[in-house]
């Protein structure tokens, strides 16, 4: 028989309902998989030919019933183990060059991932998602296993070898958002009102470390929804891919914390973020960083950033808010507790939760030898560890 152009619908629905044969396979019956196997492939040849070179595959996407996608981070975060628990292979079929496996994943739809054939080991390259593809349940799904709150490490380097890792944040009850409730309260308004009208935000947080400024945003963000902070560092190395992974999580906010402690950030990395906010105005970024000269001027403009918030010194009130909220309620608060807030006046609420964590197993003089030498660190930005010197000692 002389295959014609008319018969590529029929050579397309043999590729559509061939995992269907292939489930009632018996799975221990290896010779008549693999001749139904060499089937598909002789049918997405022939398919091909009849095309004008395009498989079966990638005349769907022509037709655009699906949409392809080759984003590293993409591919690490579809082989998390969330959704691997909620996958199953159904058919594989492969060419000389290639090999198209598809995955079953739960009730949301399949997937169809192409591996190179031009390298040994066979990797993925990219994958296909069908337009029924219900990817807003799936990641929905996966939104709930982090009550919607984490936090997202990656790794640098080639496609293949990126790490991508999401951890879940527990704040907790924090007393330094009780001492900020009201300024929280004034940007959570602020900013309900730039999302009401599409208008995307973003914000630059400037303040020493331990301010509190990525716990304020990471407040400010729960109140809309969903929230995934990341390291400058790693914003730097992977911020094209990063753009394309927040598309898909649509959080409602990005925090991206010690952009100063990024020295490779350019201004111009942000150009990759531009289309992506265009499309998702409803999200907010927030940059967070600790010394504002390191940063380049034009990174600051309008449109770059659209608002500074600046992390201060903290009011006598604050202070006292934080030291009272982290000491157990039957704490006394006599004479000797004042001149420890007198004396905390410049410290951040990083150093104020530590005073009160020493307070409850160390006397107040041996907490303010620890003052002392938390007055002297404090500007350095490092981190003080409670040993008393010799001097200390001796006193």
Known sequence: MKFKHEHLHQVKNVLTFTSRIIEKIPKKDDTLLNKVLKGVSIVDSLYET?????????????TKECDYVNSGLILRLLDHEIFKENMKEEIRYFSEKDWVKIYTYRDWGKLYYHYDGRNLNYLVSGFWVPKTFDLEGMFSYFWDQYNGIMSLKTSGGELYSRLLDFRAIDLGDDPWIGSAAGRLEDFVRGHARFVRDGVSRTYLFVGKPGTGKSTFGLRAGQRFGKVIRVDAEQFVHNHSDIGVLMSYLEPNFLIVDDLDRAPSFKPSMLNSFAEFKEENPSIGIIFTVNDESKLDSAFKRPGRIDSILDFCDL????????????LPKDFSWGPEMDEILNMTESLSPAYLKEIAIQLRYESVGEVKKLIHRMMKTASENTVVVWKPSKEEEED
């Open 50 to 62: 009849l095309n004008a070179g395009k498989s079966g595959i990638e005349s769907m996407i022509d």
């Open 315 to 326: 009011e006598d009130g604050d202070r006292m808010a934080i030291l009272k909220g982290y």
